[in-house]
């Protein structure tokens, strides 16, 4: 009961008091008045009367009260005639009143100015800078990449403009990115559509301007909106001294996007690259962890380096020529590159030598004759591999990247590869399927509907035979048959399509996993994911292959802003037709069983018009943090290969 009457007595003095505000300014200054004299002239009477130097008299006694409570209000307290003391007690309250309103202006102005600053509406007031438009999951790697890229700067700083509180954004950064070292992250508050809110970020001084795809439907035609918009803000934006990066999910989309970004813009298709990547990793198993070595500034990259006294002579001889880099290609002086241009072709006068090597300090020159030197002959094997074998290759799920894979396997498979599709819904298995394998020649493709989820649907495919199993994810809903046929109520919008599609591919890795351990056989899996957070969740084995979109394109993006050329290097890897890694068999390049120097290996590869840069040890595949990979081994570096082993090379597809 004692409780329940104080929390009762505390509600009701609060609503008095919530009575008392609501009577509005005149009421609230009586009553604050009222409070201070109601404090004031008893604590002044209390003074008063206990001073021992006090007046006698009451008539004195009571000037003293009106003098202390005049003071501590700073009205004054003279005394004297009553015209005096009004006078004196008016022009005090003038005086108050003034020094009150302009305290209370410049109170006003000061916290409207920390509003503004805290809603990010001030001006980024910086010079080759990086601007990042937009706010999605990506703006977590991207934002990590770049703090990497510029450690070794004195001075860097990166602008965020997005529709997002500023203060929550940097907290989110923050938690996500952690320490940033020597480079400023400035949050900003803005439409990225809007021309005018875009310069806050100042994109006309930045080095690079970085456009991220919203999550959703609609996030191609933002990036388009938002590439436009960079247009008008700053005209000619693509073909100045920023480099503009920006990506789309669609690959429909990517002609228009090219176009909104200008002739010197890149604009990556997140679809086609993932589509090519899946292809090439499912084929190779283990060249995912190669693209994330080279991608990431935390390991081996490319770099231009000076040709030097290479000039006129063979690219073969490049080969051999450092140390602690390897050479994969040649960068023009009109920008455009030639990757593994053949050992005979001539360095030109301008030409630089692009190097994998693991800082741009490192790209340096060796004593080509004492790399040379370390090349052992005995060991270097001169039978060429036999050629590819025709494969039973399994597609687990359907989204709109499917028909992409299906259309990248049929250019790098040999003819007789047969490839099964298991898909739920109408869509992947019925009239839209059909239409993707009608012009298909080397490609085999046999179409069958079910959950990927279900462990039954699973063990009828007998799995373990397969020599390539690609897990993508769906997220597609049933569609009809054939055009024209009745249509469907439409299915509620989904607000995280990519989410729940690695919600199923979890499931279906779980299940895999069984299916594996009960044929005692490791599975050949290559799994497409959206969050690389649900990848570490992935219940799948030290090494996997796992193709994580967000986290893929982040890393393209980053590199290809920080380096231009680069887009031509990746455009070149990412295509069927042209020149890419690959892990080949170690045995074809020199002998098992015997140590070897690895410039050894760069002979053997180079013999074969291929650029060797790493190697993949079988025994340690499972091992972390590499799983077996070396990227960029020194020349002298020496390795005992095995059976099943891998040497990692360039060379044409």
Same mark, same amino acid.
Not at 212 to 216: A, F, I, Q
Not at 589 to 596: D, F, N
């Given at each position: 009961?004692?409780?329940?009457?104080?929390?009762?007595?505390?509600?009701?003095?609060?609503?008095?008091?919530?009575?008392?505000?609501?009577?509005?300014?005149?009421?609230?200054?009586?009553?604050?008045?009222?409070?201070?004299?109601?404090?004031?002239?008893?604590?002044?009477?209390?003074?008063?009367?206990?001073?021992?130097?006090?007046?006698?008299?009451?008539?004195?006694?009571?000037?003293?009260?009106?003098?202390s409570?005049?003071?501590?209000?700073?009205?004054?307290?003279?005394?004297?005639?009553?015209?005096?003391?009004?006078?004196?007690?008016?022009?005090?309250?003038?005086?108050?009143?003034?020094?009150?309103?302009?305290?209370?202006?410049?109170?006003?102005?000061?916290?409207?100015?920390?509003?503004?600053?805290?809603?990010?509406?001030?001006?980024?007031?910086?010079?080759?800078?990086?601007?990042?438009?937009?706010?999605?999951?990506q703006?977590?790697?991207?934002?990590?990449?770049?703090?990497?890229?510029?450690?070794?700067?004195?001075?860097?700083?990166?602008?965020?403009?997005?529709?997002?509180?500023?203060?929550?954004?940097?907290?989110?950064?923050?938690?996500?990115?952690?320490?940033?070292?020597?480079?400023?992250?400035?949050?900003?508050?803005?439409?990225?559509?809007?021309?005018?809110?875009?310069?806050?970020?100042?994109?006309?001084? /930045?080095?690079?301007?970085?456009v991220?795809?919203?999550?959703?439907d609609?996030?191609?035609?933002?990036?388009?909106?938002?590439?436009?918009a960079?247009?008008?803000?700053?005209?000619?934006?693509?073909?100045?001294?920023?480099?503009?990066?920006?990506?789309?999910?669609?690959?429909?989309?990517?002609?228009?996007?090219?176009?909104?970004?200008?002739?010197?813009?890149?604009?990556?298709?997140?679809?086609?690259?993932?589509?090519?990547?899946?292809?090439q990793?499912a084929?190779?198993?283990?060249?995912?962890?190669?693209?994330?070595?080279?991608?990431?500034?935390?390991?081996?990259?490319?770099?231009?380096?000076?040709?030097?006294?290479?000039?006129?002579?063979?690219?073969?001889? /490049?080969?051999l020529?450092?140390?602690?880099?390897?050479?994969?290609?040649?960068?023009?002086?009109?920008?455009?590159?030639?990757?593994?241009?053949?050992?005979?072709?001539?360095?030109?006068?301008?030409?630089?030598?692009?190097?994998i090597?693991?800082?741009?300090?490192?790209?340096?020159?060796t004593? /080509?004759?004492?790399?040379?030197?370390?090349?052992?002959?005995?060991?270097?094997?001169?039978?060429?591999?036999?050629?590819?074998?025709?494969?039973?290759?399994?597609?687990?799920?359907?989204?709109?990247?499917?028909?992409?894979?299906?259309?990248?396997?049929?250019?790098?498979?040999?003819?007789?590869?047969?490839?099964?599709?298991?898909?739920?819904?109408?869509? $992947?298995?019925?009239?839209?399927?059909?239409?993707?394998?009608? $012009?298909?020649?080397?490609?085999?493709?046999?179409?069958?509907?079910g959950?990927?989820?279900?462990?039954?649907?699973l063990?009828?495919?007998?799995?373990?035979?397969?020599?390539?199993?690609?897990?993508?994810?769906?997220?597609?809903?049933? $569609?009809?048959?054939?055009?024209?046929?009745?249509l469907?109520?439409?299915?509620?919008?989904?607000?995280?399509?990519?989410g729940?599609?690695?919600?199923?591919?979890?499931?279906?890795?779980?299940?895999?996993? /069984?299916?594996?351990?009960?044929?005692?056989?490791?599975?050949?899996?290559?799994?497409?994911?959206?969050?690389?957070?649900?990848?570490?969740?992935?219940?799948?084995?030290?090494?996997?292959?796992?193709?994580?979109?967000?986290?893929?394109?982040?890393?393209l993006?980053?590199?290809?802003?920080?380096?231009p050329?680069?887009?031509?290097?990746?455009e070149?890897?990412?295509?069927?037709?042209?020149?890419?890694?690959?892990?080949?068999?170690?045995a074809d390049?020199?002998?098992?069983?015997?140590?070897?120097s690895?410039?050894?290996?760069?002979?053997?590869?180079?013999?074969?018009?291929?650029?060797?840069?790493?190697?993949?040890?079988?025994?340690?595949s499972?091992?972390?943090?590499?799983?077996?990979?070396?990227?960029?081994p020194?020349?002298?570096h020496r390795?005992?290969?095995s059976?099943?082993d891998?040497?990692?090379?360039?060379?044409?597809?």
């Open positions: 009961m004692a409780q329940q009457h104080t929390t009762s007595l505390r509600l009701r003095v609060r609503y008095r008091f919530d009575h008392l505000v609501s009577g509005g300014t005149t009421a609230l200054i009586g009553w604050l008045a009222l409070a201070c004299l109601a404090v004031v002239v008893p604590a002044s009477t209390v003074l008063v009367w206990s001073d021992r130097s006090a007046p006698t008299t009451l008539s004195g006694r009571l000037t003293a009260v009106w003098v409570v005049g003071q501590t209000l700073k009205i004054g307290g003279a005394v004297g005639s009553p015209l005096h003391v009004l006078a004196s007690v008016s022009l005090a309250l003038v005086a108050l009143l003034f020094v009150s309103t302009l305290v209370s202006l410049i109170t006003t102005g000061i916290n409207r100015r920390i509003m503004s600053l805290r809603l990010g509406h001030s001006t980024v007031l910086e010079t080759r800078h990086t601007v990042v438009l937009g706010w999605s999951d703006v977590f790697p991207v934002i990590g990449e770049l703090v990497a890229a510029n450690a070794n700067q004195r001075r860097s700083a990166i602008a965020v403009l997005a529709p997002q509180d500023k203060v929550w954004m940097e907290s989110e950064i923050s938690t996500r990115v952690g320490d940033s070292g020597r480079t400023r992250i400035v949050c900003r508050n803005g439409s990225t559509t809007d021309p005018t809110e875009l310069c806050r970020v100042s994109p006309r001084t /930045a080095k690079a301007v970085l991220l795809p919203p999550t959703g609609g996030g191609d035609a933002h990036v388009v909106k938002t590439l436009l960079l247009d008008a803000a700053v005209p000619g934006s693509g073909e100045g001294d920023a480099v503009v990066v920006a990506a789309v999910r669609d690959s429909r989309n990517h002609v228009t996007a090219r176009l909104a970004a200008g002739p010197a813009g890149h604009v990556l298709c997140v679809d086609d690259i993932v589509a090519r990547l899946l292809v990793t084929r190779q198993p283990g060249l995912s962890l190669v693209y994330s070595e080279l991608l990431d500034f935390a390991g081996d990259e490319f770099y231009p380096a000076d040709a030097g006294d290479l000039v006129g002579r063979p690219f073969g001889e /490049a080969l020529s450092f140390a602690t880099s390897c050479a994969v290609g040649l960068l023009h002086a009109d920008g455009s590159v030639t990757l593994n241009p053949g050992r005979e072709a001539v360095i030109g006068p301008a030409d630089r030598i692009i190097v090597s693991r800082d741009d300090d490192t790209a340096v020159r004593d /080509a004759a004492a790399l040379a030197s370390l090349v052992e002959e005995e060991a270097i094997v001169s039978a060429g591999p036999g050629p590819a074998p025709a494969e039973r290759l399994l597609l687990l799920g359907w989204n709109r990247r499917a028909p992409l894979v299906i259309e990248q396997l049929d250019q790098y498979v040999s003819p007789g590869t047969t490839l099964d599709v298991v898909a739920l819904g109408g869509y $992947a298995a019925t009239y839209g399927a059909r239409s993707v394998i009608a $012009a298909r020649s080397r490609l085999e493709v046999s179409l069958h509907t959950d990927i989820t279900d462990p039954l649907t063990a009828k495919l007998d799995v373990p035979s397969y020599d390539g199993v690609i897990v993508i994810g769906e997220t597609e809903h049933a $569609a009809p048959d054939a055009p024209g046929a009745p469907a109520a439409a299915p509620d919008p989904d607000p995280d399509p990519e729940r599609a690695d919600d199923r591919t979890l499931v279906t890795l779980l299940h895999l996993r /069984a299916i594996g351990d009960a044929a005692q056989r490791e599975l050949a899996l290559t799994t497409e994911m959206s969050d690389d957070g649900n990848r570490l969740l992935a219940p799948a084995r030290g090494g996997a292959d796992f193709i994580v979109s967000g986290r893929l394109i982040s890393l993006m980053t590199q290809i802003s920080e380096s050329y680069l887009a031509e290097v990746f070149e890897l990412f295509k069927a037709e042209g020149h890419e890694f690959h892990l080949k068999p170690a390049y020199v002998r098992t069983g015997t140590e070897v690895f410039a050894t290996v760069v002979e053997s590869a180079r013999r074969r018009h291929a650029c060797a840069v790493g190697y993949r040890l079988r025994a340690h499972a091992t972390a943090p590499d799983h077996g990979v070396r990227i960029n020194d020349k002298r390795i005992r290969f059976e099943g891998w040497v990692i090379v360039l060379a044409e597809s």
